[in-house]
């Protein structure tokens, strides 16, 4: 249940993040992209913070924890540079 809420989350930061981005790509071109690369870097640290909770605090190893991050990083991430890419 953890995943899809943190799946859920990613892509609910992201539509902030393009929100902010299209507001201020009015008089800053690049806000678009600035905005992508800076919800990339913030998902990517949340991602790795989670990996890191489950770690050392649930017991999990990290051969364990892994694939859950790459999940949880990899697929906002990938949808947040498609998006980009495609739309704006």
């Not at 990083?73 to 990938?78: D, S, W």
């Amino acid at each position: 249940m953890r995943t899809p809420l943190f799946l859920l989350t990613g892509f609910l930061l992201l539509a902030a993040f393009f929100i902010l981005g299209k507001q201020f790509s009015s008089n800053y071109p690049a806000a678009m992209t600035t905005a992508t690369i800076a919800y990339v870097a913030l998902w990517l640290a949340i991602a790795a913070f989670n990996m890191w909770t489950g770690v050392a605090k649930a017991g999990y190893s990290a051969a364990e924890e892994l694939p859950v991050f790459a999940l949880i990083f990899l697929v906002p991430a990938v949808v947040a540079a498609l998006v980009r890419w495609r739309f704006f």
